[in-house]
């Protein structure tokens, strides 16, 4: 199933079109025989999704890149940024939510978090590079079945997380070589871009876009993880 799931996301773009009612948004795959996707969005009135006629890049790659775009197309990059900055700051917002929760790409790509654990089995350093990603892996899959920004789920979410690679950077620092450190800080600032610019579209109330740039974070934390592992000395 991950596999099939991330080739799915390696599709370039995805045909979106929306219904009315305000209970779902279909979504149609190019090329696809036997029905459509369909993608439930609940809590969301339809004139208020965000979800325009068009496609919907289903990359965190593709998805930032078609939105940085727009934004230095759109004229004014001073006043562009400073509008993300505001984004940003907000927290009028809700995550994506969706029926079943393992379609939401944040659900299972957290999933990703289990190849982190196994690693760090497999090569012989577990607990000590095994523990923290089992905890994030444990947490994040608690927060995205049934995401709300406002629960104790998302905060605890975010202390495990932020523990987990704080924990990871000092442990590279001191067990692995430069390789080692310097792939899990790429890793880190490359989720870290994928979850300040998923934040800003989800903000934007263009969840689908969000939420799919926000799995970066899991996809490129791991990466991270992995490249370290191979470098402990």
Not at 125 to 144: I, T
Not at 146 to 153: A, F, G, S, T, Y
Not at 170 to 198: D, K, R, S, T
Request: with cysteine; aromatic share 12%.
């Amino acid at each position: 199933m991950l596999a099939s799931y991330l080739c799915w996301l390696s599709m370039t773009r995805v045909p979106v079109s929306t219904r009315l009612c305000c209970r779902s948004v279909v979504c149609v795959r190019a090329g696809e025989t036997g029905g459509t996707s369909r993608w439930s969005l609940v809590n969301f009135p339809a004139a208020h999704r965000g979800l325009n006629r068009g496609h919907v890049f289903t990359t965190p790659i593709s998805a930032c890149g078609h939105v940085l775009s727009l934004s230095c197309g759109s004229g004014g990059s001073n006043s562009t940024m400073k509008q993300w900055l505001y984004d940003l700051k907000r927290d009028d917002w809700e995550p994506l939510q969706t029926r079943p929760a393992w379609r939401n790409p944040c659900f299972f790509t957290s999933l990703l978090t289990s190849l982190s654990v196994q690693q760090a089995i497999t090569r012989g350093h577990w607990p000590v590079f095994g523990v923290g990603p089992a905890f994030v892996l444990l947490s994040s899959l608690l927060y995205w079945y049934k995401p709300r920004r406002q629960c104790w789920r998302r905060n605890f979410d975010l202390i495990v997380v932020r523990a987990g690679m704080s924990s990871h950077v000092l442990l590279a620092v001191v067990f692995c070589q430069p390789l080692g450190i310097f792939g899990l800080l790429a890793g880190y600032v490359a989720g870290g871009v994928c979850y300040a610019i998923g934040r800003v579209l989800t903000v934007q109330r263009r969840w689908l876009h969000g939420a799919f740039v926000h799995s970066g974070v899991h996809i490129f934390a791991n990466v991270g993880n992995l490249l370290m592992l191979r470098f402990i000395r």
